[in-house]
């Protein structure tokens, strides 16, 4: 039994995703996405199926020992509790190339599109990975690729790169501006 786990986790909030431009991280580029996951999710029922499976194909008898001692360690768990539920980071390495990012019709999505953004509801490919590696052990997460499900409000005051446009009125050929730069309704608040 490999102790790589393949699923797909349908529906699930997405936070942090930088899926078009790698992230600096800990000197490694790597693109990344938070998955927010209900306590009552079938997506949450499914994760921790497979990441009991990819422990016990690792470590056997001592797989649920050794996902009780990685518990609420950043480095060795990929999983966190929050207070509507969990979060998930998946990660992918430069060297693998960016992952998939794909609309409702699984036509690319692009940078420019602004989506996702955090917020949206999206699919995401994931395999679950029990590693012992240079005397590390745990338990994480690497990404395959992102649908887009449906957009809603946006989390942590950020818009999607679509939203934002509208903020800015067309100046034409004058390059004139309104002299109002208070708008009444402003989604986001600092």
Excluded at 12 to 32: E, N
Excluded at 44 to 60: M, V
Aim: glycine content about 8%; some cysteine.
């Amino acid at each position: 039994m490999a102790s790589n786990v393949k699923l797909v986790l349908r529906e699930v909030r997405c936070v942090y995703p930088k899926l078009f431009r790698a992230d600096d991280f800990m000197g490694k580029k790597r693109y990344s996405i938070g998955l927010l996951l209900p306590n009552d999710s079938e997506a949450l029922k499914q994760l921790k199926a497979a990441i009991s499976a990819a422990a016990t194909a690792q470590w056997g008898e001592k797989a649920a020992e050794k996902i009780k001692s990685f518990q609420g360690s950043r480095q060795q768990w990929c999983l966190r509790e929050t207070d509507d539920g969990y979060q998930i980071n998946a990660k992918r390495s430069v060297e693998r190339g960016a992952p998939v990012v794909v609309d409702q019709h699984r036509n690319d999505l692009t940078e420019e599109s602004g989506l996702p953004y955090a917020g949206c509801w999206v699919n995401a490919s994931i395999v679950v990975c029990a590693y012992n590696r240079n005397g590390a052990q745990g338990v994480t997460c690497f990404l395959n690729g992102v649908q887009l499900v449906k957009e809603d409000e946006p989390l942590a005051g950020a818009g999607s790169a679509a939203s934002v446009k509208k903020d800015f009125d067309d100046l034409g050929e004058t390059g004139a501006t309104s002299s109002d730069p208070f708008q009444a309704d402003a989604e986001s608040v600092w």
